[in-house]
């Protein structure tokens, strides 16, 4: 009898203790795994030891966040870009400028002019603007040298003029017609950012930026900055001052500001402030840079 009632007991107690058990064990089974810290990683470290990449240096240089490095700007299709008066439009020249701002690859513009059956009629003129326009070289030289077989060709192809005697006619004879008198020339209008640059490149919509200007440099050539190619500096009672070799470098380097947009790449936005140079410099013991003020 003691010894049923012992058993007995000490079943109870296990029963007791039991859940008590697995309710320890069930919870520790359960309990939620630490959530990691997250920290601010600060400023990029560049590649260089004990050096860091500013914000501020990020914007002095143009250089927008987010914005990858190598990709080539947007083409605005939908702008229509007027062309100067020496160039008319549906033209063999009009066309390879139409190609050029689209972003047509070099050789396939080099193998339109090769095999064009009309002249291009590149003169002095029509290299100076296609310098400005940012065209390649090569294009340039292929289409005058193109012109050149063409002009061959006509000459050799065309027949010998006639040569046949006109009767002399009395005075009395010979009708008098009159020459309509020139038209008078149109007023000059005042020179404004539209007509100066529009041959140039393309106005533009920007985001948080508004009406912008994007030479047809930067869609031709990707590696194109501004203060960088074709020109050169020169000290001045106001500054250092950037002279350009561009003809519409006059306005788009000593007024408004130019930046490196993540869509479009660079453009320039209009203002009426004149500067010898808008950027920013830096110094060391052996040498100076710049970069375009934000």
Same mark, same amino acid.
């Given at each position: 009898?003691?010894?049923?009632?012992?058993?007995?007991?000490?079943?109870?107690?296990?029963?007791?203790?039991?859940?008590?058990?697995?309710?320890?064990?069930?919870?520790?089974?359960?309990?939620?795994?630490?959530? /990691?810290?997250? $920290?601010? =990683?600060? @400023?990029?470290?560049?590649?260089?030891?004990?050096? !860091?990449? #500013?914000?501020? +240096?990020? &914007?002095?240089?143009?250089?927008?966040?987010?914005?990858?490095?190598?990709?080539?700007?947007?083409?605005?299709?939908?702008?229509?870009?007027?062309?100067?008066?020496?160039?008319?439009?549906?033209?063999?020249?009009?066309?390879?400028?139409?190609?050029?701002?689209?972003?047509?690859?070099?050789?396939?513009?080099?193998?339109?002019?090769?095999?064009?059956?009309?002249?291009?009629?590149?003169?002095?003129?029509?290299?100076?603007?296609?310098?400005?326009?940012?065209?390649?070289?090569?294009?340039?030289?292929?289409?005058?040298?193109?012109?050149?077989?063409?002009? /061959?060709?006509? $000459?050799? =192809?065309? @027949?010998?003029?006639?040569?046949?005697?006109?009767? !002399?006619? #009395?005075?009395? +004879?010979? &009708?008098?017609?009159?020459?309509?008198?020139?038209?008078?020339?149109?007023?000059?209008?005042?020179?404004?950012?539209?007509?100066?640059?529009?041959?140039?490149?393309?106005?533009?919509?920007?985001?948080?930026?508004?009406?912008?200007?994007?030479?047809?440099?930067?869609?031709?050539?990707?590696?194109?900055?501004?203060?960088?190619?074709?020109?050169?500096?020169?000290?001045?009672?106001?500054?250092?001052?950037?002279?350009?070799?561009?003809?519409?470098?006059?306005?788009?380097?000593?007024?408004?500001?130019?930046?490196?947009?993540?869509?479009?790449?660079?453009?320039?936005?209009?203002?009426?402030?004149?500067?010898?140079?808008?950027?920013?410099?830096?110094?060391?013991?052996?040498?100076?840079?710049? &970069?375009?003020?934000?």
């Amino acid at each position: 009898m003691k010894t049923s009632l012992f058993r007995k007991a000490c079943a109870a107690l296990v029963l007791a203790i039991g859940p008590m058990i697995g309710g320890c064990t069930g919870q520790d089974s359960n309990a939620a795994t630490p959530t /990691a810290a997250v $920290t601010n =990683a600060g @400023p990029p470290t560049s590649a260089v030891a004990g050096t !860091t990449t #500013s914000t501020t +240096a990020q &914007a002095e240089a143009g250089v927008v966040a987010g914005a990858p490095p190598t990709t080539a700007p947007e083409v605005p299709f939908a702008v229509e870009r007027p062309l100067p008066s020496n160039v008319q439009p549906g033209t063999p020249l009009a066309e390879v400028v139409k190609l050029a701002q689209a972003g047509v690859d070099e050789e396939v513009i080099l193998t339109f002019v090769s095999n064009s059956g009309s002249a291009f009629g590149v003169g002095a003129d029509e290299i100076l603007y296609l310098n400005d326009l940012g065209m390649p070289k090569p294009v340039i030289t292929a289409m005058m040298e193109r012109d050149k077989v063409l002009k /061959a060709t006509w $000459t050799a =192809a065309q @027949p010998a003029p006639v040569v046949t005697s006109v009767p !002399t006619q #009395s005075n009395a +004879a010979v &009708a008098m017609v009159e020459t309509p008198a020139p038209e008078p020339a149109a007023a000059v209008a005042d020179v404004d950012y539209d007509q100066s640059l529009a041959p140039y490149g393309t106005w533009i919509e920007v985001e948080d930026y508004g009406r912008c200007w994007q030479p047809s440099v930067v869609v031709i050539n990707h590696d194109w900055r501004p203060y960088c190619d074709r020109g050169r500096w020169l000290y001045t009672d106001g500054g250092w001052y950037w002279l350009s070799d561009y003809s519409w470098g006059s306005v788009t380097f000593h007024y408004g500001r130019w930046f490196n947009h993540a869509r479009w790449g660079w453009c320039w936005q209009p203002d009426n402030i004149w500067a010898p140079a808008w950027v920013t410099w830096r110094y060391d013991n052996a040498y100076c840079g710049w &970069a375009p003020l934000p």
